[in-house]
């Protein structure tokens, strides 16, 4: 039996709901060449709901997060290992969990690449919008879930 009264509702919330899905439109992206491994799943679903004050955003492609209107920040879960590297800068979160190499080449955009995990996570930072430190930050315990397989050293250690 039909309750009386409840598609009125359901019709007066669906003007809502569609005008707020035009004002965060679904961020487009292509999933990295690893998304589908379980550990980006395990990653992706503690990634934080806000970044440096910006809003998480729906994304259309596996292992994905974006943050901001417009976007400031975005992460690929299941990229590629990076092998070890002079020519990018190693630095360890402050809590000491995730290693990352970060290329500055394209400053202010900046492309934060997560070292000893596999698989990696890249992401790409608008520092114009948000500082890289505060988001690798915040995305630590997310990250961290990925399995370690090695650490950044230091020059001492490279020679």
């Known amino acids: 039996m039909r309750r009386p009264g409840r598609s009125r509702v359901a019709a007066a919330f669906l003007p809502v709901v569609l005008g707020l899905a035009a004002c965060a439109p679904v961020v487009a992206l292509q999933p990295a060449e690893r998304?589908?491994?379980?550990?980006?799943?395990?990653?992706?679903?503690?990634?934080?709901?806000?970044?440096?004050?910006?809003?998480?955003?729906?994304?259309?492609?596996?292992?994905?997060?974006?943050?901001?209107?417009?976007?400031?920040?975005v992460l690929h879960c299941g990229v590629p290992a990076p092998p070890p590297t002079s020519e990018l800068r190693c630095v360890t979160t402050p809590g000491g969990v995730v290693d990352w190499l970060i290329d500055d080449s394209n400053a202010p955009e900046f492309v934060f690449t997560?070292?000893?995990?596999?698989?990696?996570?890249t992401v790409v930072v608008d520092y114009e919008v948000v500082s890289g430190a505060t988001v690798v930050s915040e995305l630590d315990g997310a990250v961290a879930r990925l399995p370690q397989v090695g650490s950044c050293i230091g020059p001492e250690e490279a020679q």
């Open 35 to 73: 998304a589908a491994d379980p550990a980006c799943a395990e990653v992706t679903v503690r990634l934080p709901d806000e970044i440096g004050g910006l809003e998480q955003r729906e994304t259309n492609a596996q292992a994905t997060g974006a943050w901001g209107e417009p976007v400031a920040v």
């Open 114 to 121: 997560s070292y000893g995990r596999d698989p990696a996570v």
